[in-house]
């Protein structure tokens, strides 16, 4: 049974998003922020927002804030804060509890979300269950809250790559200090270097755009997020 819903889901999420595209080759396509776009990423855990988002808040720091749904221990609250302090990007701690993201939804509901023109969330297909309890949360969110219709959400990469990004940010220049702002995740990268794992993507990822390094994301419409996430 999982499989198929599986199954079902990945092929709507096709005939919402890339549909019109299955019959020709296609590239990503720059994704630039004006000075007043408002961004918001919702991290789940402390280094998340870094891993997948590291670049483009080293490009765009006065663009973002970030919000971090648990952080675990006190140790991984600080080098969040310090990772975020050093990209100068404005940051709070929302203390859910860790491994239960989708039971917070009454802390997650307070969240404000007016005037933001993007909110970033970790892929849907992304393998691990909180990430995924991201997307669960802000789709009720919105099913029961007024949004502008100017609201765009953003998938980004964590711990899986996804099949057909349609936007991309060039980090070419920045690599190293989203390599900082990862390794300042000293608890975690103790264990793994994520550091050299997901820019190892980023560059693999510049292929398709004749750039060193990119961060790859998929932008959709409330509407088109509401559709995909639909039964998940």
Not at 12 to 30: A, S, V, W, Y
Not at 151 to 164: D, G, R
């Amino acid at each position: 049974m999982k499989k198929f819903f599986l199954k079902s889901l990945y092929k709507r999420i096709i005939n919402i998003i890339f549909h019109p595209f299955l019959g020709m080759n296609i590239k990503p396509i720059p994704l630039v922020l004006k000075d007043t776009d408002r961004c918001l990423i919702i991290a789940p855990h402390p280094d998340d927002e870094s891993i997948g988002c590291g670049g483009i808040m080293a490009r765009y720091p006065k663009n973002f804030n970030v919000i971090c749904l648990t952080h675990g221990d006190d140790e991984r609250k600080i080098e969040f804060e310090n990772a975020m302090n050093y990209l100068n990007v404005e940051h709070e701690i929302l203390n859910l509890k860790d491994k239960h993201i989708s039971d917070g939804y009454e802390k997650f509901s307070k969240i404000d979300f007016s005037g933001f023109n993007y909110v970033f969330v970790p892929y849907i297909f992304d393998q691990h269950s909180d990430h995924k309890a991201v997307s669960v949360l802000l789709n009720k969110y919105l099913q029961k809250n007024k949004i502008s219709d100017g609201l765009n959400i953003v998938f980004y990469e964590v711990w899986s790559a996804m099949n057909m990004p349609n936007y991309f940010v060039d980090i070419t220049y920045v690599v190293e200090k989203k390599r900082d702002a990862i390794n300042f995740h000293k608890s975690q990268v103790d264990e793994k270097d994520y550091a050299s794992k997901i820019l190892g993507l980023n560059m693999y990822r510049g292929m398709l755009t004749n750039s060193k390094a990119v961060e790859c994301f998929t932008v959709l419409s409330v509407k088109e997020f509401k559709k995909v996430i639909k039964g998940f």
